[in-house]
């Protein structure tokens, strides 16, 4: 497998679940760390046994369509797999010079997938996604909208619908709230970028009574914009800007920490909600959540949260009210989202999953 997503520790669980099951011997390549509008993300090394992590450096790191491995054709030829996983999206540059080495292999190589929107890629990135339709034995998408935009530009071979990751339900499972009763805990995790929408919570959160505080983890260039807005909102004292938890493994302890979590991702025009892990999370966690209606964040949430038009203030104002002043329905929500993690979104379903390609891409 060949995968920048799994230097993220966490993330790591899938690969010791993967190891585990029958008649599989994983090599798992990484480069040592990448860059995003999120900052620097440095290689963790959470769970690593059972499998063979290695670092390969990584040309143009931080060029999301462009970069790719420096050597990796040595180690795959030393290797001699029986599947190539390239943990890419088919228009990338990594995606093809992959590809283009299982193929010189004779390996059966897939691809995954979590662009749901059907976009037209100039070339020569047109040309990657062509040579890796016509190559791929298989290709693993995020979800159904990201397997229709498959189809709609061309791809012909079998998709199954799979998410990248899933959680440790172990490590992300529900604990006692630290935090004394009273004060009513809002929280959102990932990047300060425009397209979480994280103004609208702070917006939404404004005009709460009681007591109440809004907890931001991570980093991103929107956060001094965020922390002038709370200024003007008169609300500085109770958002808490955390940057970034590290390790990632010392995520489930932020969750617990929370009464709510909230996602207000809002459209961009080459952008939608691809999945929200986040979510995910904190529903592992026991923590009740909120999202809007972008992209994937209702499929994903389905009957375990509550959902509101992206960009509403109002009407997250009033989901955050609701979930402030009843504690029943905060733990009904909490209940249905551990149980709807435990059946479709833990790691050992997730590589449970992608196994069952595997058998299929070798007969």
Excluded at 161 to 185: N, T
Aim: a positive charge; proline letters at 6%; one cysteine or more.
């Amino acid at each position: 497998m060949i995968s920048k997503a799994c230097i993220v520790g966490a993330y790591q669980k899938k690969l010791e679940e993967l190891a585990r099951l029958p008649d599989v011997t994983l090599t798992v390549f990484v480069p040592p760390s990448w860059r995003d509008s999120r900052g620097l993300t440095r290689l963790e090394r959470s769970h690593t046994a059972g499998y063979d992590l290695q670092v390969v450096p990584m040309a143009l790191n931080g060029h999301f369509h462009l970069h790719w491995y420096v050597g990796l054709g040595p180690r795959l030829r030393a290797l001699r797999p029986d599947i190539v996983h390239i943990d890419e999206e088919p228009y990338n540059l990594a995606t093809w010079q992959a590809m283009r080495l299982a193929s010189a292999l004779d390996a059966r190589a897939c691809f995954f997938a979590w662009q749901n929107l059907a976009r037209a890629y100039p070339l020569p990135f047109r040309w990657f996604e062509r040579y890796n339709f016509r190559h791929a034995a298989h290709a693993l998408a995020g979800s159904t909208a990201a397997a229709d935009v498959l189809r709609r530009k061309g791809y012909t071979g079998p998709i199954a619908i799979v998410p990248q990751f899933g959680v440790d339900q172990e490590q992300y499972r529900p604990g006692e709230k630290p935090e004394p009763a009273g004060v009513f805990v809002i929280g959102y995790a990932g990047g300060l970028v425009p397209e979480k929408g994280i103004d609208v919570l702070l917006r939404a959160a404004a005009g709460l009574a009681g007591s109440w505080e809004v907890r931001l983890a991570g980093e991103g260039a929107e956060g001094p914009r965020l922390a002038r807005l709370a200024q003007e909102l008169g609300i500085a004292g109770r958002v808490h800007f955390l940057g970034r938890v590290a390790p990632s493994t010392a995520m489930p302890g932020f969750y617990r920490g929370l009464d709510i979590f909230v996602l207000s991702s809002r459209s961009q025009p080459s952008w939608i909600e691809q999945f929200g892990r986040v979510l995910v999370e904190a529903m592992a966690c026991g923590v009740a959540v909120v999202g809007s209606t972008c992209g994937e964040i209702p499929q994903v949430i389905g009957d375990a949260g509550l959902i509101f038009p992206e960009g509403d203030v109002e009407a997250l104002r009033a989901h955050l009210a609701r979930l402030q002043d009843d504690t029943a329905l905060r733990a009904g929500l909490a209940a249905r989202g551990r149980a709807r993690v435990l059946a479709h979104y833990t790691q050992a379903r997730v590589a449970a999953n992608t196994h069952a390609v595997y058998r299929q891409m070798v007969g």
